[in-house]
C-alpha cells in the first residue's frame, strides 16, 4: 500500500511569491490533516479535512493560507503571499474513515519551504 | 505552559542500555496518545499507541497515567538503530478523527 505522497519535497521562493503544496493520502483514507513545524518549534496543526469538508481550520495562521480538497482525495495548501516566518516543513497524514475505530494517523515526508 | 511536554534531552546511551522518556499533557480531556519517532530532516513515524493502561511492542514498552496525565516509553536493549528523536503525540478525540498536539520530541543517540 503506498503511502502518504507530498509534492515538491522542496521549494525555495522569495517573499511575496506563491507556492502551492501537494498532498496525495493513503488511498480510502477520509481524514486529511495539515501540520508544519517552523524551525526550532514543536510541529503544530493546521487543519483537518473529512473527505472534501473542512473539519477543523483553527490552526490556520492568516488569511495567506488556503488548504483545499477538492473531490476528497488529493490537497493542496496554497500561501500566497508568502512572508519570511512561512519558512518551515509542511506535513501531510492522513487516518482512516471515523467509525474504523483506527485513527492513527502517517505522514508524509514533508515539504520543506524556505521563503528568501 | 506547552500542552505537551517531554524531557529535554539528549539522550546519549551505550547500545544495550535501558533508556526511558516521560512526556505530561495539560488538556484532562486528551483521549488518545502515541509515540512516534523522527529521524532527522524525514517524516515522524508512529511507534506505538499507548490506548489504556499502556502497551508493549517488543523492546517497547508505554505506560499511561491518566490521574497523573503522564506518559512514558521504555526502551531496552538499546539498538544503533533507535538513534532519533521521540515525539510524545495526544489526541482529543477518542472515538473520531481528531488533530494531534506534539511536544517538542526528546533526541536518542545510541553509541557503539
Known amino acids: 500500500e503506498a503511502g502518504v505522497t507530498q509534492f515538491p519535497s522542496h521549494s525555495v521562493i522569495e517573499k511575496g511569491q506563491t507556492v502551492t503544496l501537494r498532498c496525495d493520502p493513503i488511498?480510502?483514507?477520509?481524514?486529511l490533516y495539515w501540520y508544519r513545524r517552523v524551525m526550532g518549534k514543536e510541529i503544530k496543526f493546521l487543519l483537518h479535512f473529512v473527505k472534501e469538508s473542512k473539519q477543523d481550520e483553527s490552526g490556520m495562521p492568516n488569511n495567506r493560507f488556503l488548504a483545499e480538497r477538492t473531490g476528497g482525495t488529493y490537497s493542496t495548501l496554497k500561501v500566497q503571499p508568502a512572508e519570511l516566518e512561512d519558512s518551515g516543513v509542511y506535513f501531510c497524514?492522513?487516518?482512516?474513515?471515523?467509525?474504523?475505530?483506527?485513527?492513527?494517523?502517517?505522514f508524509g515526508p514533508g515539504t520543506r519551504l524556505t521563503v528568501t | 505552559r506547552k500542552e505537551v511536554e517531554q524531557d529535554p534531552g539528549p539522550f546519549n546511551v551505550p547500545e544495550g542500555a535501558t533508556v526511558a522518556f516521560n512526556c505530561t499533557y495539560s488538556?484532562?480531556?486528551?483521549?488518545?496518545f502515541f509515540w512516534y519517532r523522527q529521524d532527522c530532516r524525514k517524516e515522524p513515524k508512529l511507534l506505538m499507541s499507548v490506548y489504556s493502561s499502556g502497551n508493549e511492542d517488543g523492546r517497547f514498552t508505554a505506560q499511561l497515567n491518566r490521574a497523573s496525565q503522564y506518559i512514558s516509553l521504555l526502551i531496552r536493549d538499546s539498538k544503533l538503530s533507535d538513534s532519533a528523536t521521540y515525539l510524545c503525540?495526544?489526541?482529543?478525540?477518542?472515538?473520531?478523527?481528531?488533530?494531534?498536539?506534539f511536544g517538542s520530541g526528546t533526541q536518542l543517540t545510541v553509541l557503539p
Open positions: 503525540v495526544v489526541n482529543l478525540g477518542a472515538g473520531s478523527a481528531r488533530q494531534l498536539t
Open positions: 488538556n484532562s480531556a486528551s483521549q488518545s
Open positions: 497524514a492522513s487516518s482512516h474513515a471515523v467509525g474504523t475505530g483506527t485513527y492513527e494517523q502517517y
Open positions: 488511498s480510502g483514507h477520509d481524514n
